[in-house]
């Protein structure tokens, strides 16, 4: 069962997708049915995951990998199917088994054409999401990455808002042209190594038995630009960042929930897997790109979502302005820059997940979201404004909610670097500049929550509004009570993580040109 457990995480979902195919085809069967199929599956495949927090190597609380299972896959090219968790994946799986059963949830009366696809293909994504943060073999990392692609695409192109085939296309388009950059730097590895096992690369490269080409420089330099790309696409980054807010704009919620909290990671999950640990020159060298990359979206995310006038938008290009502090925390080579990097990827998969839901349920009432067309909804709706308010909070990054907690180590690592960035890049500029995206989230939330919630009811629609059901309130309930324990007491969080991503830190600024590991300057 240990040695199996990830394999059943990512086999799990498709057989649950297979039953919802399956019952689809009974005669008794009934739309209602497929739900509650979905959300079962979803449901036990939350439980198993659980079991990662205590098992054998202890799953995160040091350095090496655990419930690591490798298996011959295509000998004739020494791919093997290779999986295994460590402190940095460990929370990214247990993010997404927890918000694909809410994500379900949340169509429970929203979806109602074609319910049986709809179950099947969120089981498929939860399947090729898993598989993309346990995979160690870079070839079937890719084929879980671009697996990922085909359920969301439908998830938009079919169930989406009126620009739906416009958005589906649009996300398709730029994250497959960014996917096959990658492929074609593993298959340069391949020639280099002989190999697409991670860890037997990472091994070589340490040691110094690699036999690098003389110009390994150039390679890394390709290399490091075909991965970068992929993973800055999928973020994604000022300026690959376009795609995002039709997506997430013509999305239904559950497809919402999923492409902010758990898809948008996989960008930031593969620059600190692969591109810190198999390219730390590179890294390096292309660090302040990365650094002035994030202040833009920070600001320029803040300050477009400013003026949206639709809820969900606004949510949408917060999400730029968010993924651009994850960014700055990576690249500051500091263990709390780096520990509240991942941290953030946790919190804005709870908090802005819980956005998207608050938005999709009074989408549902209302069917429209234009902020001009609400307005004093506390009055109706008091307990949809008590959640949305709190939620609204934990985005900003209010203290003793989860936001400030991973936002307040990336600015101290990015304040107290001692990496030599360009020599006109001043690490304490830089997060001062970063820190005006705390001011502007402030202000584009509140004002926000402003116009949507306060103030006397302006359209007599809104005053007819029922509040949020007890199966709403429920299906939030467990966000919240993340992000107030998380704001609280982040130490098991980051105890469990900081070993794994001290591991890359010294991989970056700890190895020579050849990539060999010498002494830590620190």
Known sequence: MQQSLLTILILLPVVGAVAVAAHGLAKYAKPSHYRWVALGFSVATFFLSLLLLGGGGGAGTQSALSFEQNTVWIAAINANYHVGVDGISLWLVLLTTLLVPIAILSSWHAVEKREMAFYAFILLLESAMI????????????????????????????????RRIYAAGKFFVYTALGSLLMLAGIIALWYVFKTFDYTLILAAMRDGTARLPDNWSVWEFWLFLAFAFAFCIKVPVFPFHTWLPD???????????????????MGTYGLLRFNFALFPDMTRRF??????????GIIYGALVAMVQPDVKRLVAYSSVSHMGFILLGMFSF??????????????????????????????????????SEFGGLSKPMPWFATLLVITS???????????????????????????????WLNPRVATMLA???????????????????????????????????????????????????????????????????????????ATDTQGVVRADPE
């Open 393 to 423: 909070l934990s985005s900003v990054g209010l203290p003793l909610l989860n936001g400030f907690v991973g936002e307040f180590l990336i600015m101290l690592g990015m304040w107290t670097t001692q990496f030599a960035y360009a020599s």
């Open 287 to 296: 660090a302040w790109v990365f650094i002035v990359i994030a202040i833009i």
């Open 131 to 162: 598989g993309v943060f346990v995979s160690l073999d870079l070839l079937l990392f890719y084929l879980f990455f671009e697996a990922s692609l085909v359920p969301m695409f439908f998830l938009i192109g079919v169930w989406g808002g009126e």
């Open 435 to 509: 820190a005006t995206g705390v001011i502007w989230a402030a202000v584009y939330m509140l004002w926000m929550l402003q116009r949507v919630l306060f103030g006397r009811v302006t359209n007599e629609k809104n005053r007819r509004l029922t509040d949020l059901s007890a199966r709403e309130i429920a299906l939030l309930l467990p966000l919240l009570a993340l992000m107030l324990y998380m704001g609280a007491y982040p130490r098991p969080f980051l105890e469990r993580s900081r070993l794994s991503i001290n591991e890359v830190r010294v991989r970056v600024v």
């Open 247 to 265: 997506a997430h704009t013509e999305a239904p919620t559950a497809g919402s929930v999923l492409l902010a909290g758990v898809m948008l990671k």
């Open 334 to 371: 500091t263990e709390q820059g780096m520990q509240g990097a991942l941290y953030q990827m946790l919190n804005h998969g709870v908090s802005t997940g819980a956005l998207f839901l608050l938005v999709g349920m009074i989408y549902e009432r209302r069917h429209t979201r234009m902020i």
